[in-house]
């Protein structure tokens, strides 16, 4: 008999998983572990070799590009949509990113190899997580435009909306250190954004903690960057069917 906090997560809570066919996904399933995703916990490194790959269900992990004087920024955010580690099967096998966990939660890890020797099937299992990196690869090229072109405001808006579509509530542990460091800003440009969030009514802030207030706001405020990305991971995966989960 499980016990009432195994109950609580199911790998079928990660998008990819659950749209697996039944017999792929059976294949998979005894070799999924579920792992705690800390905030902070470092998935992989810059240069490391993947060991592993690893599907959110209740986490959200940031991967980041790093610059040689220690700075870094965003490039994309994975959570219940996706998979971490995909330079695994595009052939890379390593990557210059680093992956952290910017909300933590619960994910399921999956050793590499395993992986592989199914993508290497070439069947659906491979078609779907293609069809999931030219969504990320999509995420990844607006974000540049995004932080080339808009404001500091747009780009708040743009990264609480896309990280509210991974959590099951509207309220986001976070600091504006944190959010900064995400967006490659100065934190004193995040605490005026942030600020004028709040005066508008979006937006609720305290130290470390921000509850969205008027979704319809920030929609109506934010780039075109948001609906972009989110068109792009609804026409890519939106067809593919997925398994009851009961």
């Known amino acids: 008999m499980s016990s009432p906090h195994a109950q609580l997560h199911n790998p079928n809570q990660n998008h990819l998983l659950a749209a697996m066919l039944d017999a792929d996904f059976a294949r998979l399933a005894p070799h999924l572990e579920q792992v705690p995703m800390l905030l902070g916990d470092v998935i992989y490194d810059s240069g490391d070799k993947l060991q592993h790959v690893y599907f959110p269900t209740t986490a959200i992990v940031s991967i980041h590009y790093l610059l040689e004087n220690g700075g870094s920024s965003e490039i994309a955010g ?17 990557t210059p990113s680093r992956a952290v966990v910017q909300t933590g939660g619960v994910g399921y890890r999956l050793k590499a190899h395993l ?3 199914e ?3 070439a069947g659906p299992v491979m078609r779907l997580l293609l069809r999931y990196t030219q ?6 090229s607006q974000t540049a ?11 708040l808006c743009r990264w609480l909306l896309l990280t509210m579509d991974r959590l099951p509530n509207r309220e986001l542990t976070m600091t504006q250190e944190l959010i900064a460091n995400m967006l490659g800003v100065r934190r004193e440009g995040v605490t005026e954004a942030a600020g ?3 005066t508008r009514g979006f937006i609720s802030y305290r130290r470390g903690h921000i509850s969205v207030l008027d979704r319809a706001g920030l929609e109506g405020h934010v780039c075109e960057c948001y609906g972009v990305v989110k068109k792009e991971f609804t026409r890519l995966l939106s067809d593919v069917r997925q398994r009851q989960t009961h």
């Not at 994975?78 to 390593?94: H, Y």
């Not at 080339?148 to 780009?155: G, L, N």
């Open 115 to 117: 992986l592989m020797e």
């Open 145 to 155: 435009v995004c932080n080339r072109h808009h404001t500091v405001e747009q780009q």
């Open 196 to 198: 004028r969030l709040q």
């Open 135 to 140: 969504a990320l690869i999509t995420q990844m």
């Open 78 to 94: 994975v959570g219940n949509e996706g998979v971490v580690g995909v330079s695994l099967f595009m052939g890379g096998n390593s």
């Open 119 to 121: 993508f290497d099937r």
